[in-house]
Each structure stands twice: as C-alpha cells, then as structure tokens.
C-alpha cells in the first residue's frame, strides 16, 4: 500500500483537523479563493510542481488566419518552453501551478487540461486562472483555480521550472507532498506527515460518519454513501 491510499475517503476538513492535531494550525491551508471549478470535484494524488513568471516579451501581430490558429505553436517556437508537462506527469500525481503574479491569462484550458488527465494526472491546481470553463465543467476536468480568465499564453505568463518548492495560493508545496481538493477547498500534506496525517483524518471522518448515521436513523433520513461506516470501516481496517 502507498500513503496515498490512506487519503481515499478523507475530506480535507478530516485532514485539517488532523494537521491542527499535531500542531501544524493553518499549514497547508491555500487561499479559499483556489477551489474547485465545479461541485463534487475531489482528488488527491502527489503534487508535481510548476513555477511561472510573467512574460517579459510581448506577443507579436499575427498576420493570417493559420498563424491566429497556430499562435502558441508560433510563440513556443521562437521562445521554447523549458519545462514539458507532459513527460513529466506520474499517474496519479497533481499538477500544481504558481503563477508568479502573472497578470489575466488562461493557462489551463479545456484542450491541455484534458491532455493532462489522459497522461495520468488526477487533477490541477492553479492559483492563476482557468479559462473554457463550460467545456472544462461539461468534460468534468478537475481544475482549481482562483478565477475564470480569458486570454491565452503567449505574451502573457512563463513556465520556467518544474519539480522545485513553489507557493501557490499562500502554501508552500514541494514535489511529493500530498495535495488534495473537494468542494470546502484545497490543502497541502506535507510528504514527511502524510502517513501521520492520514491516520488522524481517517479517526475523525469515521467519529463523523458514525455521529451523522445516528442522526440520519433517528431523522428517518435516506441513506448514502456519506454515512457508509461499514465501508469506510472495512477500508481503513486493512491498514492496521
């Protein structure tokens, strides 16, 4: 088993708390504005860390229809991209990207995020913007962000370094540590805690699982797979 399997059912609520537990208060908590781009998103996987500067060289007028096209095709061959995702993605892993400030720009889009999870991410974290956000919504891409934007890359934001200590919305992240998203935000293990972690989460999602049931029974609620201790149970017993 590999630490990242404890994190299965957690909640990031359950790893807050556990991280409080051990003294770590308001560590590893990024900005509430970098959340999910949709409802019911949640992943958690080691991070694979980007760092990005704002450009410092404008992009030039195109001239035709096929250049407008092929813009970032353009751009990156006059100005290679030092730093290529795609070989660089695990499967499992989250893509975590500081924007270095960078002014509006849509870094993340329908077409490279996908192209993302089919390498094997299981999602992206970015303190920047997402833009074709219907589309990303429609195909379910699991994208954080801080806001939608418009524009596209050139001239605007550059990759310059992967695998290296970031901040991205307030949080330090280091490739490896364990990142993890759902619907109440986004929060950063760090890789040397993540089993200590993990355990606390998991007693405390079950303490909470056990107190809803109850009240659900009593309420004459229908139940779901939020109030599954069974299952939860059943789970996390393989780890003792």
């Given at each position: 088993?590999?630490?990242?399997?404890?994190f299965?059912?957690?909640?990031?609520?359950d790893?807050v708390?556990?991280?409080d537990?051990?003294?770590y208060?308001?560590?590893?908590l990024?900005?509430p504005e970098?959340?999910?781009l949709w409802?019911?998103?949640?992943?958690?996987?080691?991070?694979?860390t980007?760092r990005?500067?704002?450009s410092?060289?404008p992009?030039w007028?195109?001239?035709t229809?096929?250049?407008?096209?092929?813009?970032?095709?353009r751009?990156?061959?006059?100005y290679?991209?030092?730093?290529r995702l795609?070989?660089?993605?695990?499967?499992?892993c989250?893509?975590?990207?500081?924007?270095?400030?960078?002014?509006?720009?849509?870094?993340w889009?329908?077409?490279?995020?996908?192209?993302?999870?089919?390498?094997?991410?299981?999602?992206?974290i970015?303190?920047?913007?997402?833009?074709?956000?219907y589309?990303v919504?429609?195909?379910?891409?699991?994208?954080?962000?801080?806001r939608?934007?418009?524009p596209?890359?050139?001239?605007?934001i550059?990759?310059?370094?992967?695998?290296?200590?970031?901040?991205?919305?307030?949080?330090?992240?280091?490739p490896?540590d364990?990142?993890?998203c759902?619907?109440?935000?986004?929060?950063?293990?760090?890789q040397?805690l993540?089993?200590e972690?993990?355990?606390h989460?998991?007693?405390?999602?079950l303490?909470?699982m056990?107190?809803?049931?109850?009240?659900?029974?009593?309420?004459?609620?229908?139940?779901?797979?939020?109030?599954?201790?069974?299952?939860?149970?059943?789970y996390?017993a393989q780890?003792?």
């Open positions: 088993m590999n630490v990242i399997d404890r299965r059912y957690l909640r990031v609520v790893v708390d556990a991280l537990g051990i003294g208060f308001d560590y590893g990024m900005d970098v959340r999910s409802l019911g998103m949640k992943f958690w996987g080691p991070a694979l980007v990005c500067v704002p410092n060289r992009m007028k195109l001239d229809t096929e250049d407008i096209v092929a813009d970032h095709a751009w990156y061959a006059r290679p991209n030092p730093v795609g070989d660089l993605v695990t499967p499992g989250v893509i975590v990207m500081d924007t270095g400030g960078s002014k509006e720009v849509g870094y889009g329908s077409n490279n995020s996908l192209g993302m999870i089919a390498h094997g991410a299981v999602g992206i970015t303190d920047g913007e997402c833009r074709d956000t589309e919504v429609l195909q379910k891409t699991p994208i954080c962000c801080r939608r934007g418009r596209i890359i050139p001239g605007r550059m990759a310059v370094e992967a695998n290296t200590v970031i901040a991205c919305g307030g949080a330090q992240v280091a490896g364990i990142v993890g759902d619907d109440d935000g986004v929060v950063v293990v760090p040397d993540a089993e972690v993990a355990i989460a998991a007693a405390v999602l303490a909470d056990r107190g809803r049931r109850r009240l659900y029974e009593r309420l004459n609620m229908p139940m779901d797979e939020t109030v599954d201790v069974e299952k939860v149970e059943a996390y780890f003792s």
